[in-house]
């Protein structure tokens, strides 16, 4: 995934690394537990930075591939009508879905690395990658779903979402530092006080 900001610098270095996190696609492993465990767990580190990267920049601001445009402008010929925001998982796995998806993957073949490579996809695009909300889909509809949320706005609620509590922490952090603030203050006017009182008390006894 070469994912940047709205230039053509890399948001973060991890993401370099990040187009070959999903070695095999699932279908060569056969029945070896321990290799299926393996692809699992590079599937979800490509699940995870992605939602960081949503998380922490604005998603219509992103471009995860260098042909995004060619991915979003065949997607929404293809699939005009398709929600996105919460998928229909017979959308995407039935066999009539197959039929019409499989000649739009095939498209990239040789266009996007790793095309046909399998990739965690969330069905609601505000929550994020739990066992509910997530399947497995081939790299390219991954690519195309998301960036089609990208800039239809669908995945501002996951940025929003995250900056508004960051906020909200900050904010709790303002309070608290002025809470302390205060109780330092009351401790010096009571001990001014105490001392005006201290001093009273010896010129009456002269």
């Not at 070469?2 to 696609?25: F, K, N, Q, W």
Request: charged residues 35%.
């Amino acid at each position: 995934m070469e994912a940047t900001s709205g230039t053509d610098e890399p948001v973060s270095g991890e993401l370099v690394s990040v187009a070959h996190a999903l070695s095999l696609p699932a279908e060569s492993y056969g029945n070896d537990p321990d290799i299926e465990m393996a692809w699992a767990m590079r599937a979800m580190q490509h699940a995870e930075v992605y939602y960081r990267l949503i998380s922490s920049v604005d998603p219509q601001l992103l471009k995860l591939t260098k042909v995004d445009d060619q991915i979003y402008s065949e997607f929404r010929e293809n699939f005009e009508k398709l929600r996105i925001d919460v998928l229909d998982p017979e959308e995407l796995k039935s066999e009539s879905a197959k039929e019409k998806w499989r000649p739009f993957c095939l498209k990239f073949d040789g266009i996007v690395e790793d095309f046909n490579y399998g990739t965690l996809l969330r069905l609601n695009c505000s929550q994020g990658y739990t066992e509910e909300n997530t399947i497995f889909a081939p790299r390219i509809q991954f690519f195309a779903i998301e960036i089609a949320r990208n800039r239809e706005g669908y995945n501002k609620a996951v940025y929003t979402s995250v900056q508004d509590k960051e906020e909200e922490k900050g904010a709790n952090n303002g309070e608290t530092g002025a809470d302390s603030g205060g109780e330092e203050e009351k401790g010096a006017n009571k001990e001014g006080e105490k001392e005006k009182t201290d001093k009273g008390g010896e010129k009456e006894k002269a």
